[in-house]
């Protein structure tokens, strides 16, 4: 049997994913990939070998990721990385925005995850080892884009059921890493990736503008290599101890940087209002 890792990777017909599991593929790495759609999935990624393995899952179904997990299992006889990648982008105010265009992006971006890590936690509980990996986003760390708050809002989520899961498992020799991309040029800003609100009020113009500059500017002209981010995850699944929290790309670490200074510097003003409040 190969010592080389077997990844599990949601979201793997576009984007990040699909760049993730070329190159896991290309070195000879084991990988269950997994999209809403298997035959897009076999089309993107035209493998017809022992170590890979499409399934279509749909991630807010719990027994269809525990199907998917077992599997994967039963093919390779083991997970060793997860990578919570499936999610898609939701422009739109908070006002603008249906509770169910908000609820159904928490669906795929938190709960889906969710799921995922549920249903394989008892085989690296059993092993005494395994990676798992969730795709946040920068935005997942600053929430300061107009128009972007409800997904930004599960950004945060992530970021927090990580910092938790990774105090959770640790006893078990599992690591928990949560990972905050900046702008990458996939296709994450076209096509099914990225929803617009069913109702836009045209009051909201710094959110118009914002999201005309997505869809217009920025799409095509990212800073990222997915191929350097899919490097960089490889190498962070080979780390004995790994981060719980990793930016990718520049832009993220700039945008990062300013956040956590703005954060001390406004915690620090109001010390004294903030302090006020003990016995």
Known sequence: MSTKKVWF??????GLGLTLVKKLLAEG???AATSRNVSELQKVINEE??????????????????????KSIEKFGKIDVVVNNAGYGQLGTLEELTDKESRQNFDTNVF?????????????????????????S????????????IYCATKFAVVGFTEALAAEVKEFGVNATVIYPGYFRTDFL?????RTPENEIDAYTTARQNQKMHEQDI????????????????????????????VLG??????????????????????????????
Not at 9 to 14: D, E, F, P
Not at 115 to 129: C, D, E, G, L, W
Not at 228 to 237: D, F, G, H, R, S
Not at 255 to 276: C, V
């Open 49 to 70: 070998n022992s170590t890979f393995l499409p399934l279509e899952v749909d991630l807010v179904n719990e027994n269809s990721v525990a199907e998917a997990v077992s």
């Open 190 to 194: 076209t096509g099914g990736s990225l």
């Open 9 to 14: 990777v949601t979201g793997a017909s576009k």
């Open 138 to 149: 920068i935005g997942g760390l600053s929430g300061e884009f107009p128009g972007w708050g």
């Open 29 to 31: 790495y084991s990988v």
């Open 219 to 246: 799409n095509g002209n990212q800073m990222g290599d997915p191929e350097k981010a899919a490097v960089a995850m490889i190498e962070l699944a080979e780390m004995q101890n790994p981060p719980v929290h990793l």
């Open 250 to 279: 520049s832009d993220a670490f700039q945008m990062a940087n300013n956040k956590l200074s703005t954060l001390q510097n406004e915690i620090y003003d109001f010390k004294t209002l903030s302090t006020s409040t003990d016995y």
């Open 112 to 136: 889906g995850s969710l799921n995922v890590i549920r249903k394989t936690m008892p085989y690296f509980r059993a092993q005494k080892s395994g990676s798992i990996f969730n795709i946040a």
